[in-house]
C-alpha cells in the first residue's frame, strides 16, 4: 500500500462478522513458523499507514464468521496451521474466531503492529513486528506485551529508525527477536539490508528472518 492506504479505526463489534481481504493456502514465509504450510487469513484495514507496506489489505469485503470457518476447513488438508494478518488484525474483533478455530486443533499465529491489544487465548501465538511514526516507534502496549511470543524488528540501513533493535519491553519479558531485512523495492538498498540484519543477527544473538514467500515467488 506504501502509506496510501486509510488508517481506519479500531472495531468494537461481537466479532460474528470480520472485513476479510482474502483467505489462502501457502507457506509461512518469515518469522517463527517459516516454512511451515499454513492458512493465510488477511484481514482489510490498517490503524496505520507505512511508506514501505506493499502488502495489498484494502478492497475487502464482510464474512460471517462460520463462512470463515468453512473456508478454512476446504483449504484444510495437511495444514495446522492459521496465520491471521493485514493489514492490522487486532483492529477488528478476531476473539471468537480464534477460540473456533483452537476448538478446531488449529495452531493460531497472529502478527501485530503492537498499538492495540485484544485479550486472546493464551494458545494464541503473538507475532509483534513494530512500526516507526514521526516520533520514532510506536510504543507497544504493556498489555499486549506480557502475551507476545516473539518480535520482528524491519531492519534497513538508510533509515536511521530501522538500522538498530530499540529497547521497546522486550527484555522485561525475555521476549525472542527475529531481524528481518526491509524490502525497499531496490536490488541495492536490500542487499545492504540483508548484511546489516546478518550483522545485528552475529553481534546480539537475534534469529534472521528472510521473507522466503518472496524468494520462491509464492503468495
Do not use: W
Given at each position: 500500500m506504501f502509506g496510501q492506504n486509510p488508517k481506519r479505526a479500531t472495531l468494537f463489534n461481537d466479532?460474528?462478522?470480520?472485513?476479510?481481504?482474502?483467505?489462502?493456502?501457502?507457506?509461512?514465509?518469515?518469522?517463527?513458523?517459516?516454512?511451515?504450510?499454513?492458512?493465510?487469513?488477511?484481514?482489510?484495514?490498517?490503524?496505520?499507514?507505512c511508506n514501505f507496506c506493499d502488502t495489498d489489505f484494502e478492497n475487502f469485503s464482510m464474512y460471517d464468521i462460520n463462512d470463515i470457518i468453512k473456508e478454512v476447513l476446504k483449504l484444510a488438508t495437511n495444514v495446522n496451521l492459521i496465520v491471521i494478518t493485514g493489514g492490522e488484525p487486532l483492529r477488528q474483533n478476531i476473539e471468537l474466531l480464534c477460540s473456533q478455530l483452537i476448538k478446531l486443533n488449529f495452531?493460531?499465529?497472529?502478527?501485530?503492529?503492537?498499538?492495540i491489544y485484544r485479550p486472546l487465548?493464551?494458545?494464541?501465538?503473538?507475532?509483534?513486528?513494530?512500526?516507526?511514526?514521526?516520533?520514532g516507534y510506536f510504543r507497544l502496549r504493556d498489555d499486549l506485551l506480557s502475551r507476545i511470543n516473539a518480535i520482528?524488528?524491519?531492519?534497513?540501513?538508510?533509515?536511521?529508525?530501522?538500522?538498530?533493535?530499540?529497547?521497546?519491553?522486550?527484555?522485561?519479558?525475555?521476549?525472542?527477536?527475529?531481524?528481518?531485512?526491509?524490502?525497499?523495492?531496490?536490488?541495492?538498498?536490500?542487499?545492504?539490508?540483508?548484511?546489516?540484519?546478518?550483522?545485528?543477527?552475529?553481534?546480539?544473538?537475534?534469529?534472521?528472518?528472510?521473507q522466503i514467500h518472496k524468494i520462491l515467488n509464492i503468495e
Open positions: 466479532g460474528t462478522s470480520l472485513e476479510i481481504k482474502s483467505i489462502f493456502k501457502t507457506l509461512q514465509g518469515e518469522g517463527p513458523f517459516v516454512g511451515m504450510p499454513a492458512i493465510f487469513i488477511r484481514l482489510g484495514g490498517c490503524n496505520l499507514a495452531i493460531i499465529q497472529v502478527e501485530t503492529n503492537g498499538t487465548a493464551d494458545e494464541v501465538h503473538i507475532v509483534c513486528s513494530p512500526k516507526v511514526g514521526n516520533k520482528k524488528f524491519l531492519i534497513a540501513k538508510n533509515l536511521p529508525h530501522y538500522s538498530n533493535v530499540p529497547e521497546l519491553g522486550q527484555n522485561k519479558y525475555n521476549i525472542p527477536i527475529f531481524v528481518q531485512p526491509m524490502d525497499q523495492n531496490d536490488q541495492y538498498l536490500n542487499k545492504e539490508n540483508e548484511r546489516l540484519a546478518v550483522d545485528l543477527a552475529l553481534q546480539h544473538g537475534y534469529r534472521l528472518s528472510l
